[in-house]
């Protein structure tokens, strides 16, 4: 929401940002000084490809939520606009860049193809460079990035006795009640999460089955790795099952994605070089990823590590040979045989997967494969879930309109079996579910195949008779 | 003083004012002139005239509808507009038409057939298109083809002061400034005189066919018309014929091209059911008001679904007073006329009107007397409440501040 | 008091979330679709309730500040472009779909309901609302009442005016008055008559009853490619001409083609000089025979390849280049100026020539977009404001296309309204008394001339014995941004 004018006065107690806990700050950027610096600022000419005409408006979820234009890609291009201008970058206008989600359903419904996502991204980064957060946004952000991007320190939150003896973390950190607001993130995961003692590690190398039809890597992921191995153990099983090698680096690590959507840039550089580097050394031209969020990010590593002479070929190389998992078998055509799964399924477009990939048909396509099984589409199906990334720890109040919205509409669709592919989604969808009081099943759009191609049970998959309704007292 | 009036009148229509007689009477009010321009600009001149010398005007096509309204409070110039009523320009293929205001709408049609077109109304009374346009006339075919004033595409007014102004144009898509036409559409002439207007026109249709049914039960008629305006039959006119005794009958027009008319006159035949029939033309009563020859008539228009209260209203109101009515109009449109017979007295017929503007939000709509004996009508509240009032007096001090433009003839006294 | 002072007598009633003073936030509401004129309002207001509506006007009118009313902002003549010291009355938080009536056929909405959002809750009963804007996936039923705005489908279902049955107004005073309802004819003035389609200068509507259009038995949809809009345009005729009333025909040239086709990828024949959609809808009946003889007047005319829509999929694709051509020409132009004329249909052929004539001699590209059935043309005039000199001459050719539909007979607006834009135009359609008579009923609306004051009229006309301040100077003015016209 907008707060009012902050440019002197008293502070109202304690409603900051969003409904979040966090005072805002009453320091600006110094007067005078224009927004962005010369490092990569917003473009001016893709600004200028903007023309007002505010088709994007319908399709933004804080739109949705606010009514208001600040809370609107053409209103956040505007204000971009502005600070190209020279106004300077001040708490209110850092607001509304925070507020954006990055689901990028504005590059998906504006007219004039106005780059967005290129606009946001080079945006994020100045605010991180050059915008001085309150010290608790710091805290809780310095948190974040010292946690997620790191598999073995996920490990290390896993099980409940971890989450409150959180040995590993500095005593500051827990007194300044960040982990309060991590933690029902990391409780939601673990709640999904299987026990560590059934967790499947894929193998460095998983040999394909049948006639080979190539050598693929495969991106292990951070959360996904840790908190959902299944998903990636049936990555390796289905892409083997279609006839490729996988190869699945163990030293691998993070892609960088939650660094780069959030402007972090020399962070998520250094992720970048160091994937491309481990990638390289395992020798593949095709890197398949099953996360929407992350096979996104690494689609831009060209642009990301354009000015760095020593990667810029090798990352548009690279980046030419990400795929989506979906993407990757549709491409290839698929070889193995499908077994029946008689069931309904609601399919949910991650953001990262329709908007930013514009990658829709053919996860379907992969679906309705399936003998037997009916896929049904979600209402309002291009609106984000609001996990959006960290966006649901950094603002949750609006992650959680986002995903009460989408739970009502998953569960309108009276499916039985919710399926995505991101882990994001499915983790505030299931969340937003609960707290509802309705039940679904969930499942990666990995898992469902690799169970059709297994010859597994609908049960197998976690999916109940029928999906339960939200509870209509509360 | 009146012989100077008299020359200045005949100077502005080069000849063409004569002194009232008894028949130019407006609603029982005598006037005192008789002015006829036969042009825009002599229209002006005459008003100029009178605001010189303070006349209350009324203007008169073929005065079918003079009764209309509350009686003015004065007349001393009736405006005769008939002389102004040439087709001023035809344009086929842009399906429009320019014409006088005092030209008949039957010659009009007469003159548009030729090239198989039409203005899309019908009203009961049909007299000038002036008229048509100044009392909001109403027929069947509104249900398909809109009001009047959706039909109304220019206009050419003179106002109180003379001066001439146009408004809309003669293109069908037009939002350059307000819609003045649409304003004027209904006054009963007190805003302004209009002199000329533009129409948008419809093809003449190569088919029509009319199916009636006679329908006893009155929640009956609410379910048949209900069903037929949520199906696909889309009839051009829906009117409904409901006499003091006996059946009342609803009767569908369906318009268009010959198969598609005869396809859906067997599917308007199955759905209004058990005796139901198709015609070639229409009932008698079609198109026509119900006077019984008790000369009261009122306009009541309802919510589509609130037909059914408006009768039952209707029959309690008539119990009440002793009148009986006969009902008849376009339910799915919501707007009928209603005759009433057995008036004994004023009181009676201004319990009765009470009656059911009391009771008018169970069918959310208004009634207006349109037709009364005059000295019933003295002591009646001829209009009812109305929303918006005191904007409206707001829009007639600005459009004739002077308040000569019949005045007291409409609503809130205005 | 200033706006400032407004604001802090506002914010307890409507609440911090609803007062904008934050001067970059300001800013970002400057301007609607029509980027070309931008204003900086003082204070920005976020009305949730007619409560708040009525009070906000309540207050400018003590303070004397003008207020200007705002939707989506996405109006095509700026007729929501703020006055620098009034206050934007933003209405896009009253979004909600009231009522849905089918037994009546109508609907109630508060004013900040997308169209088709309306349209979307009436098709699970059968309905939907008709007048359909090719921005409708994000305009407001409010700014549709203000411009009377059209679309492809008037052509047979007319536009907001036909299909208004009754509003809730805050008027200038600050009053909330009803008028008519559900119900048609109400007794008196038609105000709602003339309240339609007037942009914002005679109050705020909050409340809208609408009628609802029963979803048609078929629709059957056609797109044709001719060699040269003359072609394309003796179609058109011929297909009026034979008594068809198609519910929607639009026409796109060569130019508007490409960019729509860089935009959506429409995929629209290659080659073609002109394409026409026709779309037919009704009784399957009808509509069976009808499509028939549309296509094959389109045969008979040249058309050299006719594509069927056979599901609702192909339709929508169909429909997507003609939707998206204004913002599409942004792919193909760095800047544009989109007119809005009307023009007799049958002098179409002629006029599109002479606009062909006109863009020649100015060495200034138009591609167009337009209703070929109503003759409503929307001429996207192509610029680069980078290019020394080429603003002005688009411009140019901009005031050269209206003088010609004036020439014609027609009008300078067809559905975009006058607003900001082309109120220097209004005395080139209408004379002084007739502009002097359209202004007597904003006098009676709005004696002291602060509902958007400043639009469609170029001089405003002082409403009878209100001396003093002159507020109803054009916005533009004001800013110091263009004389007085």
Redesign the interface.
Known sequence: ???????GGPV?PATGTLGTDAPLSLAPAPSGEPAFDDHRPPSAALV??C?????C??ACPTYAL?????DSPR?RI??MG?GLEG?PM?P??VEHFDACLGCMACVTA????VQYDKLIEATRAQVERRFERPKADRALRGAIFALFPYPLRLRLMRGPLRLHQSSGLSRRLRKSGVLQRISPTLAAMEALAPTLGRAERVPERTPAQGERRGTVGMLLGCVQREFFPGVNAATARVLAAEGFDVIAPAAQGCCGALSAHNGRETEAQGFARALIDEFDRARVDTVVVNSAGCGSSMKEYADLLAGDPAYAERARRFAEGVRDISEFLHERGTVAPRHPLPMTIAYHDACHLRHAQGIRTQPRELLTGIPGLQLREIADADLCCGSAGIYNILNPVAARELGDRKAANVLQTKAQLLVTANPGCLMQVASSVERSGGRIGLAHTIEVIDASIRGLSVESLGAPPTSIPPNPLQ | MGEIILENLRAATEGHAVGATEADAVDSMPARWVALPVSTEQTAAVMRVAAHHDLAVVVRGSGTKLTWGARPERVDLVLDTTRMDTVVEHAAGDLIVVVGAGRRLDDLQAALSGSGQWLAVDPPRRGTVGGLIATAATGPTRLLHGPVRDLLIGVTVVRADGVVARAGGKVVKNVAGYDVGKLLTGSLGTLGIITQAAFRLHPLPEARRWVSVPVTEPDRIHVLVQQVVHSQLVPTAVELDRPATGDATLCLLLEGIPPGVQSRTAQALDLMGAGATAADNAPDWWGMEPLVGGEVLLKLTHEIAGLAPLLSVLDDACAATGLTSHLRGSVAVGAVTVGLTGAADAHALARCVADLRERAPSFGGAVVVLEAPGDLKADLDVWGPVGGLQLMHAVKRQFDPERRLSPGRFVGGI | MDARGLADQLRPLLGDDAIITDHQRLRTYECDGLAQYKVTPALVVLAETTAHVAAVVRACAAAGLPFVARGSGTGLSGGALPHADGVLIVMSRMREVLEIDRANQRAVVEPGVINLQLTRAAQPQGYYYAPDPSSQQICSIGGNVAENSGGAHCLKYGFTTNHVTGLELVTPGGEVVQIGGKAIDAPGYDLLGAIVGSEGTLGIATKVTVRLTRTPEAVRTLLAAFPHTDQAGAAVSAIIGAGVIPAAIEMMDALAIEAAEAAVHCGYPGGAGAVLIVELDGPAAEVAHQFDEVEAFCRDNGAFEIRIAADDAERALFWKGRKSAFAAVGRISPDYIVQDGVIPRTALPEVLRRIAAISDEAGVRVANVFHAGDGNLHPLVLFDAAVPGESHRAEQVSGAIVDLCIEYGGSITGEHGVGSDKAKYMPRMFNHDDLDTMQLVRCAFDPSSISNPGKIFPTPRLCGEVPGRHKGAHPLADAGLAEVF
């Not at chain 1, 929401?1 to 440019?7: A, G, I, L, N």
């Not at chain 1, 606010?66 to 600040?70: I, K, S």
């Open positions: 929401m907008t707060d009012p004018d902050r440019t109202p200028a490809d023309v007002h005409c505010g088709f408006l319908p606010w009514g208001e234009e600040m209103g505007y204000l502005e106004e001040t209110a206008m504006c007219p004039s193809g």
